[in-house]
T-cell receptor, first 114, second 116 residues
Framework: AQSVTQLGSHVSVSEGALVLLRCNYS??????LFWYVQYPNQGLQLLLK??????LVKGINGFEAEFKKSETSFHLTKPSAHMSDAAEYFC????????????FGKGTKLSVKP | GAVVSQHPSWVICKSGTSVKIECRSL??????MFWYRQFPKQSLMLMAT?????????EQGVEKDKFLINHASLTLSTLTVTSAHPEDSSFYIC????????????FGPGTRLTVL
């Protein structure tokens, strides 16, 4: 079975500071991994995805994530936080890429202080 | 990217009534559509997967007689919550996958259901 664990339900950073959101996964097969962002009362928007190509994945809005098989991790980072980054972030895993069921973590709410 | 819409965006209904939520892929044909449920401050939980023209596949613990899913065309899937109760109040989100050539599922904006 696949599962995702997001460490920290709430992360608070200052504007301009590094953003680090943690995600660890469990999968019996090579996983496809995703990060999504959700703004209040909205659906999810894909930030980036890992599909067994490059281990360092660059996404939209300056976010990137690194797949580390040895650590079963896929942490999301952004060098400099912006106020507009405040949102809920979900890590997800799938066996079959985008056509398969997505198993989501519980989410991490990111707050950005001025 | 491709656009997925949901209608209505929010609905309030009385206990015991049925509510239908539509999910449409506006500019692509969705081979597969997914329905998720999200409780306040929690993650999305997959309810069912539907492929056009075939019966939906429900996740364990999801009552298929209560949550009726119809994927009648390549651009439309509907979720009907039958005999709704207050515990069915939630945020329902659909997503759609367009088949080969599409590298991601596209999510709708969600429908907030409140059952009184």
């Amino acid at each position: 079975a696949q599962s995702v664990t997001q460490l920290g339900s709430h992360v608070s950073v200052s504007e301009g500071a590094l953003v680090l959101l943690r995600c660890n996964y469990s999968s019996s097969v090579p996983p496809y991994l995703f990060w999504y962002v959700q703004y209040p009362n909205q659906g999810l928007q894909l930030l980036l995805k890992y599909t067994s190509a490059a281990t360092l994945v660059k996404g939209i809005n300056g976010f990137e994530a690194e797949f580390k098989k040895s650590e079963t991790s896929f942490h999301l980072t952004k060098p400099s936080a912006h106020m507009s980054d405040a949102a809920e972030y979900f890590c997800a895993v799938s066996k079959r890429g985008s056509q398969g069921n997505l198993i989501f973590g519980k989410g991490t709410k990111l707050s950005v202080k001025p | 990217g491709a656009v997925v819409s949901q209608h209505p965006s929010w609905v309030i209904c009385k206990s015991g009534t049925s509510v239908k939520i539509e999910c449409r892929s506006l500019d692509f044909q969705a081979t597969t559509m997914f329905w998720y449920r999200q409780f306040p401050k929690q993650s999305l939980m997959l309810m069912a997967t539907s492929n056009e023209g075939s019966k939906a596949t429900y996740e364990q613990g999801v009552e298929k007689d209560k949550f009726l899913i119809n994927h009648a065309s390549l651009t439309l899937s509907t979720l009907t919550v039958t005999s709704a109760h207050p515990e069915d109040s939630s945020f329902y989100i659909c997503s759609a996958w367009g088949g080969r050539g599409y590298n991601e599922q596209f999510f709708g904006p969600g429908t907030r259901l409140t059952v009184l």
